[in-house]
């Protein structure tokens, strides 16, 4: 619970360099994510290259602060078809399992890391040759905090969470 607590959007960085053994782990925990059927629909491009970053920066409105490394999660729309009709959904879900897997563990190396959705997919394809049948849709940035910024609330689970069925509330 510390460590799912503790992690936050991290929007600005130290300029310090991540140890590729950390780079390693980090894109490991994300092959490790749960994916329906076993498809493993995700592709993830690791971009570490200072110039390359920049130039993704500016197709990225969501992409704040200068990270050390990005992550570009992608879905493979050729494995979804393993998947019929539910492949694509199921793949967005894969992904998104991936990207929280990769954020937990960058936390617990103390790197920091922020999901990015706002960012031009034509664009970032084009940089990335990224082929047409992948398709980009998550980024996450990787890098040292200048900062961990503090949590935000969170509402209590007895206004969330539901048992056995709508409207009766949770009681601790």
């Known amino acids: ?3 799912i607590k503790g992690r936050r959007a991290v929007r600005n960085f130290l300029d310090k360099e991540i140890a590729g053994k950390d780079l390693e782990v980090i894109l490991e925990a994300g092959i490790w994510a749960p994916s329906g ?6 592709e993830f491009i690791l971009v570490d290259d200072p110039v390359l970053v920049k130039k993704i920066k500016l197709v990225s409105p969501g992409l704040y602060g200068l990270p050390r490394a990005l992550i570009v999660l992608c879905v493979n729309r050729k ?4 998947g019929g009709k539910l492949g694509e959904n199921m793949a967005v879900m894969d992904v998104s399992m991936a990207a929280q897997n990769m954020m ?6 103390g790197i920091g890391s922020c999901p990015i959705v ?8 084009q940089l990335l040759d990224i082929p047409e049948h992948v398709e ?3 980024i996450i940035s990787l890098g040292y905090p200048t900062e961990w910024p503090q949590p935000p609330s969170r ?5 969330v969470v539901h048992v056995n069925g709508y409207g009766e509330p949770f009681k601790r």
């Open 136 to 138: 980009p849709l998550l």
């Open 79 to 82: 494995r979804c078809e393993k």
């Open 155 to 159: 509402r209590p689970l007895e206004e």
């Open 104 to 109: 937990l563990m960058a936390y617990s190396l």
């Open 1 to 3: 619970m510390e460590i």
């Open 37 to 42: 059927s076993n498809i493993q629909p995700w």
């Open 118 to 125: 706002s960012f031009n997919k034509l664009a970032l394809k």
